[in-house]
């Protein structure tokens, strides 16, 4: 937690009310996502119990396995589920297909192998859970399905392991940084707003929402406290409140087994299911309110301009998911060989890096919380060398030079490289780090500087002179640069460390020649009766 976030929570807890703490939402949000409220049945691992799901707020479909420990209603269940889901897919992959990748397009976000040449369509489905807690339900269904056989013995239908294919793409999407098909509301409103309770806290959809928009009259720490009350605002899943579990939902499976039992069509079994099913839509539905009110939340901020380009690569996972199941591709493996892990993990690492330049360069909030720790500068232009050239004969380059004075608390050292959002192709070379007091490395006149501002100078001691060598954005000129390609005097600019830029994977070996210290080559993957046998867990 930043040192911002930390006082923006202190200042929620004062006000009673949540603060925001982003100016733009740095998260996609599809125009028709697809929300999914699952619970499952305490005590057993992932056993599906009850789901709302679908993308019309006004109509969710309610998917209820009666008996979840028995394995063909878990199926049955999960065909029903899939049916859904699928159809929600199918309509995005009978989208257009427009925008072209040209070679090293959207790489930094989303590297796919083979799509060169192919379009990607141009939205996908997104998929809206509650909590963390969601996504690891979706992962432990993926796991468990998409390896099920739809012929022979405990056959399922044909769309369960397809299914279970999808999820597990959605899964392994929601690991990376720039991702946003799979998305938990609790990370997405925590990201932009700051309540005054505990991050752990903040994974109860219901308490959080309390804070970021309580009811008229009731503060947020009131309203936090009612949400926590399982009777008005139940477990947003997937677990079940405890109480329900004991008082309500056991007592209902009983009267459904005795009468399965005695005929199975009896009326107490009718009303008996007809009653489970009514139980289960109460314990959901206010979650299914409170996502929907979750995306009004969020819609109200602007998208950060990076935001696009993120969902770009979504997208283009997304087309390479489609085409790789379409070409008969094998479902995703239970554990990635050492290269597939050691480039998984070092894609992430690098999209790490570049979402969070994104986000300081889309969002002063977050480049305020760099300022804070010495890895930004704001301040003005006091000099400027527009026509300072380096080199001699071809080797001339246009190198002009700047002196920007801050405020801030600098902790970046000479000969560091730095970007400034308003100039983004744009790089400074940080050379000189001095007091205002010392002598300038740009003559100061009339025409290239201004005076000290005396705000910054008299009631700031901690004030500096920053001397930037510019590089890049000025188009080839060697003389000049060009109007509004750079920065000039008296103008209000931000530099920080953090870069937005292609960053060039390391050299992996193939999986053919994984060496042997990391267990040689994995064996070619074969299908067989204990794929169906993973561990939910």
Not at 132 to 149: D, I, N, P, Q
Not at 407 to 432: H, M, N, R, S
Request: charged share 25%; hydrophobic share 40%; with cysteine.
């Amino acid at each position: 937690m930043s040192t911002l976030t930390s006082l923006a929570r202190g200042l929620a807890l004062e006000s009673d009310r949540a603060q925001l703490i982003r100016t733009v939402r740095h998260v996609h949000l599809s125009d028709r996502p697809l929300v999914f409220v699952p619970l499952h049945l305490a005590g057993e691992v992932n056993a599906p119990l009850a789901a709302l799901v679908g993308d019309d707020r006004t109509r969710p479909r309610l998917l209820v396995a009666r008996e979840p420990r028995d394995r063909t209603q878990r199926f049955e269940w999960v065909a029903q589920l899939a049916r859904t889901v699928l159809t929600h897919i199918d309509e995005y992959t009978a989208g257009e297909r427009g925008e072209h990748r040209g070679l090293g397009e959207h790489r930094g976000l989303g590297e796919h192998r083979g799509l060169d040449d192919k379009e990607a369509y141009s939205d996908a489905p997104q998929i809206l859970v509650p909590n963390l807690a969601g996504v690891k339900f979706t992962t432990l269904l993926g796991r468990s399905t998409r390896f099920r056989r739809t012929e022979g013995e405990w056959a399922v239908h044909s769309s369960v392991p397809l299914l279970g294919r999808w999820l597990s793409f959605y899964s392994e999407r929601a690991e990376h940084p720039a991702s946003s098909l799979l998305l938990p509301m609790t990370t997405a409103l925590g990201g932009h707003w700051a309540t005054g309770q505990s991050a752990t806290e903040d994974q109860n959809l219901a308490a959080l929402l309390a804070w970021i928009a309580p009811p008229p009259g009731v503060g947020g720490l009131k309203a936090a406290r009612l949400a926590e009350d399982p009777t008005v605002w139940p477990p947003a899943g997937p677990a079940t409140d405890p109480t329900f579990d004991g008082e309500v939902l056991e007592v209902l499976m009983t009267r459904i087994r005795i009468a399965d039992a005695v005929g199975g069509d009896s009326r107490d079994g009718q009303r008996a299911r007809i009653g489970l099913d009514s139980a289960l839509r109460s314990q959901l539905l206010p979650t299914w309110d409170l996502m929907w009110q979750a995306v009004d939340l969020l819609r109200t901020l602007p998208p950060g301009s990076h935001v696009a380009k993120r969902w770009a690569g979504d997208r283009w996972a997304f087309t390479s998911h489609v085409e790789w199941i379409r070409d008969g591709g094998a479902p995703q493996a239970k554990r990635d060989g050492a290269v597939a892990a050691a480039r998984r993990l070092d894609r992430m690492e690098r999209e790490q890096q570049q979402v969070a330049a994104q986000q300081a360069y889309d969002d002063p909030l977050v480049m305020a919380e760099y300022r804070m720790t010495g890895d930004a500068f704001a301040g003005t232009v006091v000099s400027a060398d527009p026509d300072r050239v380096v080199g001699e004969g071809r080797s001339r380059r246009l190198r002009p030079l700047v002196v920007v004075r801050t405020a801030d608390p600098v902790a970046i050292e000479e000969g560091v490289q730095v970007a400034c959002p308003a100039f983004p192709t744009q790089k400074g070379l940080v050379l000189k780090i001095a007091p205002p007091t010392a002598s300038p490395d740009i003559p100061l006149s009339p025409s290239t500087s201004i005076p000290p501002r005396p705000s910054l100078i008299s009631e700031s001691p901690a004030a500096f002179h920053v001397t930037l060598e510019l590089s890049g954005g000025m188009g080839r000129s060697r003389t000049a640069a060009a109007d509004g390609s750079m920065p000039v005097v008296g103008d209000d600019v931000c530099y920080t460390t953090l870069l937005d830029e292609f960053q060039r994977p390391p050299e992996f070996p193939d999986r053919e020649n994984t060496p042997w210290t990391h267990g040689g080559p994995p064996a070619d993957y074969v299908e067989n009766d204990e794929d169906g046998a993973e561990d939910w867990s």
